[in-house]
């Protein structure tokens, strides 16, 4: 069975930083692209950024120059720095992962979510 699970979210001041961690366990072969999306209150679930095995980055234009995805192949996790955050950042994120647990049997998988608050 594989779990993502992710960490360091919490209540932070406008222009202040966060760094999300969501980490892969289980039976895992392999991982391909891992992702960070969003769900405000209201709003639909909306991707941040994604990162491939290969260290290939993709951010949408409202966290550009922010926000920064990255990964350690190594102990199957992905990161999200966040940096000069918004009120507007508030909202539950939520990590995902193409995983591989045996030839023909990759799927996605979702952690639970992390609630960021960044008040004004």
């Known amino acids: 069975q594989v779990q993502l699970v992710e960490s360091g979210g919490g209540l932070v001041q406008a222009g202040g930083s966060l760094r999300l961690s969501c980490a892969a366990s289980?039976?895992?072969?392999?991982?391909?692209?891992m992702g960070w999306y969003r769900q405000a209150p209201g709003k639909q679930r909306e991707l941040v950024a994604s990162?491939?095995?290969?260290?290939?980055?993709n951010d949408v234009d409202s966290v550009k120059g922010r926000f920064t995805i990255s990964r350690d192949n190594a102990k199957n996790t992905v990161y999200l720095q966040m940096n000069s955050l918004k009120a507007e950042d508030t909202a539950v994120y939520y990590c995902?992962?193409?995983?591989?647990?045996?030839?023909?049997?990759?799927?996605?998988?979702w952690g639970h979510g992390t609630q960021v608050t960044v008040s004004s």
């Open positions: 289980g039976s895992i072969f392999s991982i391909g692209v």
């Open positions: 990162v491939t095995s290969g260290g290939r980055t």
């Open positions: 995902n992962a193409a995983i591989t647990t045996g030839p023909g049997s990759e799927r996605l998988y």
